[in-house]
């Protein structure tokens, strides 16, 4: 079965500093897709970014950056000089073809991240 | 279309009182979702349409648990007979394809009493 972990629940950062959230995976499948979302205090799920596992390449938008490695299984999120208003939870999810051939998207448990100012 | 809309954003009811939740997805989306968020976890899947077409139901879905997608536009989920366990926030998702990013409305927050 499919399974995402985030094993850090909470963590607190002064504002400015860079945070960086893991998440390790695991499916049997070849073909699958990656995603973070943003949670903030209102409840909206923020849709963050999408990486297929064919797709390797880092990415970097402003001060988000994701790291995506396969051979750890990992694909972790990284906020470079982080500010107030990233204090939100963070879910790192999976969907590949045996959770309803990529229909169902399974969710960690989320990383809350509080930036102090 | 401004996103995915859910109403009402909060209800609370009384145990064993019946409860409905409407999702309005993005129009041009034909995959709809119905996820389960209880407090420190991440959403779960309960069930999700394609048009009209319920493809897929959890075993979170309990027989008290009913969505519909009737023309392939909103979707409704009743809850009948609510318990306390049933408190958590529903979101919706819709999505144009199963290799693309789901988007989620506000949530419907229930609270059974």
């Known amino acids: 079965a499919q399974k995402v972990t985030q094993a850090q629940t909470e963590i607190s950062v002064v504002e400015k500093e860079d945070v960086t959230l893991d998440c390790v995976y695991e499916?049997?499948?070849?073909?699958?897709?990656l995603f973070w979302y943003k949670q903030p205090p209102s409840g909206e799920l923020v849709f963050l970014i999408r990486?297929?596992?064919?797709?390797?390449q880092n990415e970097i938008s402003g001060r988000y950056s994701w790291n995506f490695q396969k051979s750890t299984s990992s694909f972790n999120f990284t906020i470079t000089a982080s500010q107030v208003v990233d204090s939100a939870v963070y879910f790192c999810a999976l969907s590949d073809r045996f959770s309803g051939g990529y229909q169902k998207v399974t969710f960690g448990i989320g990383t809350k991240l509080q930036v102090i100012p | 279309d401004t996103g995915v809309s859910q109403d009402p954003r909060h209800k609370i009811t009384k145990r064993g009182q019946n409860v409905t939740f409407r999702c309005d997805p993005i129009?041009?989306?034909?995959?709809l979702y119905w996820y389960r968020q209880t407090l420190g976890q991440g959403p779960e899947f309960l069930t999700y349409?394609?048009?009209?077409?319920?493809?897929?139901k959890s075993r979170l879905l309990s027989d008290r648990f009913s969505a519909e997608r009737p023309k392939g536009s909103f979707s409704t989920l009743e809850i009948q007979r609510t318990e306390q366990g049933d408190s958590a926030m529903y979101l919706c998702?819709?999505?144009?394809?199963?290799?693309?990013?789901?988007?989620f409305g506000q949530g419907t927050r229930l609270t059974v009493v």
């Open positions: 499916t049997r499948d070849t073909t699958y897709y």
């Open positions: 349409f394609q048009n009209e077409a319920q493809l897929e």
């Open positions: 990486r297929n596992s064919f797709d390797e």
């Open positions: 998702a819709s999505r144009a394809a199963v290799d693309t990013e789901a988007f």
């Open positions: 129009s041009e989306h034909n995959r």
